[in-house]
């Protein structure tokens, strides 16, 4: 596994103080969208499908830090819509940073080299660019539905390393995917040099133009066992071990969605990134009256039912290293070895 020794001391500390009092719902990632536009019109995310009113619209600074505030989780990720297209991007990352919060800035890269140029960003180990990776080549550039995308995330990517960023990488596998073309693409992130890769099966998001190749709970494990049961030692991964056991069918975890709140133009989502079935004004009002006994795959809602993305599952793996001996042993041993 490969996150730096501050950032997990960071968040298991913070987790430990959780379990100290006794607080079994608490977030661990803030999920924040200052906006809704992006550059792409990728067929797996529904984003861009919002009224051209809405895609105008975006939150300020203040109220962005607010929400983190408010939330208290020790990371904040910043998705969209395309972050790099905020106005304000720069001094964002910047006010989080001077609170000591980790943050994760997830970009399709496009605009990355020129914001770079312009000095918008600043290396820090408080800060991560997350450049999205769907595949090799043509198998990413299919995924956002633009020719030369993966080579232009490339070059961003060179970049951002030689500046002294720390980078990772993100990618949404769908079905008929090749497993063996995914531990290619993982060879090939590692030659680049990027600190450590997070990959998540793709969940049918409603909005989302194609609806056809979302996988389903049995192909997600079939497709992540042949690609991580006899990883490359050279693999790093920016994810809890235990996460990809679950992914492979080797943990069964149940869905955590307060784990990764998100906030966004209309307040503070429920249930989760996913699912939009209404909105609180304020964290407070979203940890008490969210009805969480209606999801996950537990509650038999259909639409939690082949769900296994990141958003929903991997702090439970997080919770689970840290609040039991067995879940820590097998998270240790995992990092230790390089075997899931």
Same mark, same amino acid.
């Given at each position: 596994?490969?996150?730096?020794?501050?950032?997990?001391?960071?968040?298991?500390?913070?987790?430990?103080?959780?379990?100290?009092?006794?607080? %079994?719902?608490?977030?661990?990632? $803030?999920?924040?969208?200052?906006?809704?536009?992006?550059?792409?019109?990728?067929?797996?995310? #529904?984003?861009?499908? *919002?009224?051209?009113?809405?895609?105008?619209?975006?939150?300020?600074?203040?109220?962005?830090?607010?929400?983190? @505030?408010?939330?208290?989780?020790?990371i904040?990720?910043?998705? #969209?819509?395309?972050?790099?297209? *905020?106005?304000?991007?720069?001094?964002?990352?910047?006010? $989080?940073?001077?609170?000591?919060?980790?943050?994760?800035?997830?970009?399709?890269?496009?605009?990355?080299? +020129?914001?770079?140029? !312009?000095?918008?960003?600043?290396?820090?180990?408080?800060?991560?660019?997350?450049?999205?990776?769907?595949? $090799?080549?043509?198998?990413h +550039?299919?995924?956002?539905?633009?020719?030369?995308?993966? +080579?232009?995330?490339?070059?961003?990517?060179?970049?951002?390393l030689?500046?002294?960023?720390?980078?990772?990488? &993100?990618?949404?596998?769908?079905?008929?995917?090749?497993? @063996?073309?995914?531990? %290619?693409?993982?060879?090939?992130?590692?030659?680049?040099?990027?600190?450590? /890769? /997070?990959?998540?099966?793709?969940?049918?998001?409603?909005?989302?133009?194609?609806?056809?190749?979302?996988?389903?709970?049995?192909?997600?494990?079939?497709?992540?066992?042949?690609?991580?049961e006899?990883?490359?030692r050279?693999?790093?991964?920016?994810?809890?071990? $235990?996460?990809? !056991?679950?992914?492979?069918?080797?943990? +069964?975890? @149940?869905? %955590?969605?307060?784990?990764?709140?998100t906030? &966004?133009?209309?307040?503070?989502?429920?249930?989760?990134?996913?699912?939009?079935?209404?909105?609180?004004? %304020?964290?407070?009002?979203? /940890?008490?009256?969210?009805?969480?006994?209606? *999801?996950?795959?537990?509650?038999? &809602?259909?639409?939690?039912?082949?769900?296994?993305?990141?958003? #929903?599952?991997?702090?439970?793996?997080?919770?689970?290293?840290?609040?039991?001996?067995?879940?820590?042993?097998?998270a240790?041993?995992?990092?230790?070895?390089?075997?899931?």
């Open positions: 596994m490969s996150v730096p020794l501050s950032q997990m001391w960071t968040v298991a500390t913070y987790v430990l103080r959780q379990r100290l009092r006794g607080r %079994t719902r608490y977030p661990l990632v $803030l999920m924040l969208e200052p906006l809704f536009r992006c550059n792409l019109a990728c067929a797996g995310c #529904g984003k861009i499908q *919002y009224p051209a009113h809405v895609l105008k619209r975006q939150l300020t600074v203040e109220q962005c830090l607010a929400a983190a @505030e408010e939330c208290g989780a020790p904040v990720s910043i998705p #969209g819509g395309e972050p790099l297209l *905020y106005p304000e991007i720069g001094r964002l990352v910047k006010e $989080l940073v001077a609170r000591k919060t980790y943050v994760y800035l997830c970009t399709n890269a496009i605009l990355l080299e +020129d914001k770079l140029a !312009q000095g918008v960003l600043e290396p820090s180990k408080y800060l991560s660019l997350s450049v999205h990776m769907d595949g $090799l080549g043509d198998e +550039d299919e995924a956002v539905c633009r020719e030369g995308v993966f +080579d232009t995330a490339v070059h961003a990517i060179h970049e951002a030689r500046r002294g960023f720390r980078v990772t990488t &993100n990618t949404t596998l769908f079905d008929g995917v090749d497993p @063996e073309r995914v531990r %290619t693409f993982c060879d090939a992130m590692m030659d680049l040099g990027v600190e450590g /890769m /997070m990959m998540s099966p793709g969940y049918s998001y409603s909005k989302a133009p194609d609806q056809e190749h979302f996988l389903r709970r049995q192909r997600a494990h079939a497709l992540f066992r042949r690609i991580l006899h990883p490359n050279r693999w790093k991964f920016n994810q809890s071990p $235990l996460f990809l !056991q679950f992914l492979m069918g080797k943990q +069964d975890f @149940e869905c %955590t969605p307060w784990g990764n709140p906030y &966004n133009l209309f307040g503070w989502q429920r249930p989760c990134y996913l699912l939009q079935e209404g909105y609180a004004s %304020t964290f407070q009002e979203l /940890m008490e009256t969210t009805p969480w006994e209606r *999801y996950g795959r537990a509650s038999g &809602n259909d639409k939690c039912r082949d769900c296994m993305v990141h958003c #929903g599952y991997e702090p439970t793996a997080v919770h689970h290293t840290f609040n039991s001996w067995r879940g820590f042993r097998s240790a041993t995992a990092t230790l070895t390089g075997k899931l």
